[in-house]
């Protein structure tokens, strides 16, 4: 018997503005502003006090839907999701139920099998929830709840449950990450929880006509967590249906440590939440001349520069995916290129070299301290060899420190490349001098030695020799003294 899983995923965004959903408070970031240090009486639910819907996060949200192809609702409704939880102060939640903001889209993803497309059912507005903290579980247990995230905008977007393998929830996934940065929608950091997903799994036999029992896992925070708990969640239900027991519709949790989902509540149905058109918000109305603009607006998307930057600067699929992955990135080696850097070896730098630097240092893609113009003349000085590799990443720290032009602090540290032979040759002579011993290991027939000796060399140049000079000039001198001990 051949089980094919069917796959639904729920992705919420954070969407990129400076205030909450209802109310003026600043969105900011959780993980460093003290505790409740953004909040007010909307925020905070307080009695009487009325919220105000946030235009950007609208324009975002719609953004987003034209962007997935979607047909925004010219009149959509605010709607009261009620449940009671500490960390919802109002005891409801303001989302969009019956009419959302848009629906009816679709998004094309890559898989090994070829392209396909993944329908989108809805996309509608809501607001977050606070966050709570449990701390002392043990001996004194206490719950800590912070309320600056609570009516931070989401943005939540409802496929259809056309995926049928793990790879393609994958690839569902990513993309819409992709694009939802790319159009600067959501900052999409991961790290902070800005995109988080819940999935919808089941399986059924070939060949039936009827979907099976679903159960809805909640909270994936990594595209690696997903990808995990769906493929639990497959083998789980194949595993219950062999048995010829049945999958009870429920809504799971994934325990990240130990791989395996847990059930948290038997599926709560829509009614349970008691949704009611929200009595302090009047009707959304969307007209055509605001849609025109929004769209009007949206930035080139993923795919369509997918094919750019195949087509304009031939480069390879992977290399454009890891592109891709940062829109600010690739804003950045646009740039490079523009300074006449041949693109393949701007990407060659900027997703090596350049990449691991911002992410040691912890730096943003679009303030970074150096130009691009600064970037590609660094690449030009190595293409033309006025410095070596060695030398090129000692100028880009200094850069990334300083924001100076490669030239300068070349020419303030005297780091330009020692093609001199006599120079070369003086150096090649006294480290062959200075180690009787290798030179003689080298002459019995270790010849891994070679690679020593020009390692020496160059450390005793500060890395500043050229090494095709420094090669050739070892080579001619080891040659020496192997015909000196044949003579
Ligand atoms: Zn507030």
Redesign the pocket.
């Known amino acids: 018997m051949v089980y094919i899983p069917v796959i639904g995923l729920e992705i919420h965004a954070e969407l990129k503005t400076q205030?909450?959903m209802?109310?003026?408070?600043l969105v900011v970031d959780s993980t460093i502003a003290e505790a409740n240090s953004?909040?007010?009486?909307?925020?905070?639910g307080l009695p009487g006090a009325l919220p105000v819907v946030n235009k950007k996060a609208v324009e975002l949200g719609l953004r987003a839907a034209l962007a997935l192809e979607c047909t925004p609702l010219q009149y959509s409704i605010f709607a009261r999701k009620n449940y009671f939880y500490p960390d919802l102060p109002k005891g409801y939640q303001i989302s969009q139920y019956e009419t959302p903001l848009a629906e009816n889209g679709r998004l094309l993803i890559r898989t090994s099998e070829g392209e396909k497309t993944i329908r989108i059912r809805r996309v509608h507005l809501e607001e977050d929830t606070g966050k709570l903290t449990h701390i002392n579980r043990d001996v004194d247990p206490c719950s800590l709840v912070d309320l600056n995230r609570?009516?931070v905008p989401l943005l939540e977007i409802v496929s259809e449950p056309d995926m049928h393998s793990v790879e393609e929830a994958r690839a569902y996934a990513v993309t819409l990450h992709q694009l939802l940065r790319t159009i600067a929608v959501s900052s999409g950091d991961m790290e902070k929880g800005a995109i988080r997903f819940e999935a919808n799994v089941s399986v059924m036999l070939a060949g039936a006509e009827e979907l099976g029992t679903r159960t809805e896992i909640k909270n994936l925070n990594s595209f690696r967590s997903m990808e995990r708990a769906i493929e639990f969640e497959i083998k789980r239900h194949i595993a219950i249906l062999k048995s010829n027991s049945k999958v009870s519709q429920e809504t799971v949790g994934w325990n990240e440590s130990e791989e395996v989902t847990f059930s948290q509540r038997s599926k709560e149905e829509a009614h349970d939440y008691r949704y009611f058109p929200e009595p302090d918000l009047p009707p959304l109305v969307v007209d055509s001349i605001w849609l025109d603009s929004i769209l009007q607006n949206i930035p080139e998307l993923p795919a369509m520069k997918r094919m750019r930057y195949a087509s304009e600067y031939h480069l390879q699929d992977a290399i454009i995916d890891i592109l891709l992955e940062d829109p600010r990135m690739a804003f950045f080696f646009e740039k490079v290129v523009q300074h006449g850097e041949p693109a393949k070896e701007a990407t060659n730098w900027i997703t090596g070299v350049l990449a691991s630097e911002v992410k040691i240092r912890g730096l943003d893609w679009d303030c970074l301290p150096i130009v691009p113009g600064y970037f590609a003349d660094l690449i030009t000085l190595v293409r033309r060899g006025d410095i070596n590799l060695l030398t090129a990443k000692t100028v880009l720290s200094e850069m990334l420190d300083t924001g100076k032009q490669p030239k300068v602090i070349i020419e303030q540290k005297g780091l330009m490349q020692i093609e001199d032979g006599d120079v070369i040759a003086t150096a090649v002579h006294s480290v062959l001098q200075g180690n009787p011993k290798e030179v003689a290991n080298y002459l019995a027939g270790k010849e891994t030695l070679a690679q020593w000796f020009f390692g020496q060399v160059m450390a005793k140049t500060g890395g500043q020799a050229s090494p095709g000079v420094v090669k050739r000039e070892l080579e001619r001198q080891l040659f020496r003294l192997k015909n000196e001990l044949s003579d």
Do not use: E
């Not at 209802?22 to 408070?25: A, K």
């Not at 953004?38 to 925020?43: A, I, N």
């Open positions: 205030t909450k209802f109310c003026g408070c953004s909040v007010c009486p909307v925020c905070l609570a009516g």
